[in-house]
């Protein structure tokens, strides 16, 4: 059974709902019901029939996005390319937002090796080597996609202003969000529109649609599982879409999860660069880094919110005290601030 698993009865957390949905998408009468996550986001159970066993999803209906059809559509596209390593749809409930998967053994991702951080890139390449006219009609933008500087500006000003209600919370955060977070916002910015308009660039408007590429946005360790033969194999797809091919990078290098090393952020950020040149990448990149950087620090930053914190207690997730989380997410966007320093254009 998969770390986090929990088995359940039919006439506990396995409601009836649950129960009728899963009679109704399988093939064959339902055996077992295991509940394996449960949080925020959606409620995975392990179905087991006579034959086979399935994930069925359930999703979750205070959202505006539509996480069930964007998994749903990523998938198909997956399968309909043969790009292989991920769950196949096997049917769905759109009424009662449930999706049942083909069932994929494997392990937790402990340690991410070089080899796991070259079939990352080589997994986000043959998203991108499967595009075709289907895909562009079927599948909708990524998760907070960053397809312009006004659209990453707009994003971390949102979280921002949720920050600024909560800063005399703690005391020393306050200082840090207002002397640095807040002055760094407009400088990187101020250096990304100086290097744009260098590039001949505007930094205003959207990529176009032809140097756009699919990514999973929430792709990493997390979000995988080692087989048995060693590799990898990619799991949820609810934020996948169409966004600038520079997020995938900065998504991958900066999530605070993946606990990377310089060299495996350089092998990522290079295989991708080495695959993608439709837009001038390579050039843009230095650019944006440091605003997706202020972006990811804003995430991180979002465990300050006392939401946050009622959220992590409903899903068994609160891991010390929230005096000890607070300090934590501060210590974390502190040091991704300081190296986001050295990799700030310079304005001319």
């Not at 109704?24 to 949080?39: D, K, T």
């Not at 600024?164 to 207002?178: S, W």
């Not at 929430?218 to 599982?225: F, P, V, Y």
């Amino acid at each position: 059974m998969p770390p986090g698993t929990r088995s359940v009865t039919h006439s506990s957390a396995a409601t009836d709902d649950i129960q009728d949905v899963a009679r109704a998408l399988c093939a064959e009468p339902v055996r077992s019901i295991s509940e394996i996550r449960r949080g925020g986001n959606s409620r995975i159970f392990r179905v087991e029939t006579r034959a086979q066993r399935y994930a069925l999803k359930k999703y979750p209906a205070a959202d505006n996005r539509n996480r069930l059809e964007a998994e749903v559509n990523a998938l198909r596209f997956m399968e309909r390319k043969g790009i292989g390593r991920t769950p196949e749809v096997v049917a769905v409930s759109r009424e009662r937002r449930f999706a049942l998967l083909t069932w994929i053994d494997g392990e937790a991702v402990e340690a991410v090796t070089d080899g796991d951080v070259a079939e990352f890139a080589a997994f986000q390449i043959a998203l991108d080597q499967g595009i075709d006219a289907d895909a562009r009609n079927a599948i909708g933008e990524a998760s907070e996609a960053c397809l312009s500087g006004p659209r990453i500006m707009a994003q971390i000003e949102r979280r921002y202003a949720r920050l600024a209600a909560v800063k005399h919370d703690v005391p020393e955060f306050a200082a840090f969000f207002d002397e640095v977070l807040v002055p760094s916002l407009r400088r990187f910015e101020d250096g990304a529109q100086q290097a744009y308009r260098r590039l001949g660039f505007d930094f205003s408007q959207d990529l176009a649609p032809q140097f756009r590429t699919l990514i999973p946005s929430d792709m990493g360790a997390h979000n995988a599982l080692r087989a048995a033969d060693g590799r990898l194999h990619f799991l949820d797809f609810e934020y996948f879409g169409w966004d600038d091919p520079l997020t995938s990078i900065a998504n991958f290098i900066m999530h605070p999860g993946m606990r990377l090393s310089e060299r495996q952020k350089a092998l990522y950020q290079q295989a991708l660069l080495g695959h993608f040149g439709r837009h001038a990448e390579t050039d843009r990149l230095p650019a944006l880094m440091p605003l997706y950087g202020l972006r990811w620090c804003a995430i991180i930053l979002g465990e300050l919110l006392p939401e946050r914190w009622q959220h992590r207690l409903e899903s068994n997730a609160a891991l010390g005290t929230w005096d000890e989380v607070r300090r934590e997410q501060i210590g974390k966007a502190r040091a991704l601030v300081s190296r986001l320093d050295l990799q700030a254009p310079l304005p001319r």
